[in-house]
């Protein structure tokens, strides 16, 4: 069992498995990197997605896959 932090949540946790490969297909190997992730504006449509992907937050916030132009 891992603590829940941050950068385990973002980068590895393998609960969000499918939201993580997405993220980095889409994102490129920079999501991978926590300081790159939370920083770049480039890859907050990715960053994003991958916390609605998670629906770790959905029950707390609810749905709030737009709260961007998630598009391209």
């Given at each position: 069992?891992h603590?829940e932090?941050?950068?385990?949540?973002?980068?590895?946790?393998?609960?969000h498995?499918?939201?993580?490969?997405e993220?980095?297909?889409?994102?490129g190997?920079?999501t991978?990197?926590?300081?790159?992730?939370?920083?770049?504006?480039?890859?907050?449509?990715h960053?994003?997605?991958?916390i609605?992907?998670?629906?770790?937050f959905?029950?707390i916030?609810g749905?709030?896959?737009?709260?961007i132009?998630?598009?391209?």
């Amino acid at each position: 069992m891992h603590d829940e932090t941050v950068e385990h949540y973002l980068l590895f946790c393998p609960a969000h498995g499918d939201a993580h490969q997405e993220m980095n297909r889409r994102g490129g190997q920079t999501t991978k990197e926590k300081a790159k992730l939370l920083s770049d504006p480039n890859l907050l449509r990715h960053l994003f997605r991958f916390i609605a992907k998670s629906e770790r937050f959905l029950t707390i916030y609810g749905d709030y896959t737009n709260p961007i132009d998630l598009e391209p």
